[in-house]
């Protein structure tokens, strides 16, 4: 292959940014592969996205593998197309191939989806990369928000640390639960109550279900206000917000029914996404949620240019060796990071 100039590389670059805001399938799809390799263009391209950034509603959707949650994805989906929003929706690592269909009750229905226009899906894989899980997924809503999406729909298995930071980087969480399963314990466990805006019960239509409804209500009867509280899970960066919201302007988690296989329910929970969505703005909770984005993708950005210009530094082998000295307890970690900063 020949060297590409610098100017080459520039006016492809240009290009594929005016693609990308023009709405343009192909670019989008070839920007959004750039930003999951981390590729060297990316930060450029991002950079040049930003400005036409800041429009779309960001909705994370997590919950246990299984509750159905591509499903209820793509029955939302189909009800703002219906009122004549466009949607993205991106699913992270998920445990089977989103695209594939294979996955969802109605294939019929997902087929309908794939042939809109107004419709981009995407599944990506974050495991393994540098910045991690919301770096990649930030920069990819970032691409989805310039090319003029009305909302983004992100999936994410609720394992762990992942629902989390998608709430981080959501204006409104969706947690999907489902009837048994034990999951209104697990999600004592893992928080996951915290970070809900709006909770969903999905497959309504099996045992238990009320059951399970009135689990989470009581859970929520616990907590102060109702509404979430974490926000700034594993971040640095602490940032100035204004005074909480008053309590009468509170915003009260619901606890919704549905049944995503056969589209019940689902017009309740748009309605109620469309609420949050006018209580963000009115309350000024949607300017405290950007802050605290903005925080976190510079704190992600630092993390992970500052790790990779102190590795890169670093001879072959340098890194497994540090990493083997720790192991041996010949230096400790703190020491070891100290010493990598200072030589920097
Ligand atoms: N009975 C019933 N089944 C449903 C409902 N919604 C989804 N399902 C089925 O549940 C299974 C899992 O659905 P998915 O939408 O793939 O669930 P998911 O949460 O995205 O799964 P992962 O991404 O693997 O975590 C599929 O067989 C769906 O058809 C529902 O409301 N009722
Ligand atoms: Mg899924």
Known sequence: MPRQSASVRDKDGARLAEGVRQGDRLQL????????????????????????????????????PGTGKSTLVTA???????????????????????????????????????????????????????GGLSKTTGDVVTILDAAGFDRILVETVGVGQAEVEIA????????????????EIQAIKAGILEIADILVVNKADRPGVDKTVQALEMMLALEPGGSRQVRHHGQLL???????????????????????????????LVA?????????????????????????????????????????????????????????????????AASLIASW
């Not at 920007?31 to 779309?56: F, K, Q, S, V």
């Open 29 to 64: 799809a070839r920007a959004i592969t750039l930003a999951e390799r981390e590729d060297p263009r990316a930060p450029e391209l991002l950079a040049a996205l930003y400005p036409a950034t800041g429009h779309a509603q960001i909705i994370g959707i997590t919950g246990a």
């Open 168 to 183: 981080t980087m959501a204006h409104t969480t969706l947690v999907v639960e489902a009837p048994g399963l034990g999951d």
């Open 238 to 268: 602490q940032v100035n917000s204004p005074s909480r919201t008053h309590e009468e302007q509170a915003w009260r988690v619901k606890v919704l029914k549905t049944i995503a296989s056969e589209d019940e329910g689902v017009a309740e």
């Open 76 to 130: 939302l989906a189909q009800h703002l197309r219906a009122a004549n929003q466009s949607v993205a929706i991106v699913a992270i690592d998920p445990t089977s191939p989103f695209t594939g269909g294979a996955i969802l009750g109605d294939r019929v229905r997902m087929r309908a989806l794939s042939g809109d226009a107004g419709v981009f899906i995407r599944s990506m894989a974050t495991r393994g990369s540098l």
């Open 272 to 336: 109620q996404m469309d609420r949050h969505r006018q209580w963000l703005l009115s309350s000024g909770e949607w300017a405290v949620r950007e802050r605290l984005r903005a925080a976190h993708t510079l704190e992600s950005i630092l993390r992970a240019e500052l790790t990779r210009r102190i590795v890169a530094r670093m001879p072959t082998d340098g890194l497994s060796d540090l990493v083997e000295a720790i192991r041996r307890r010949d230096t400790d970690p703190y020491h070891a």
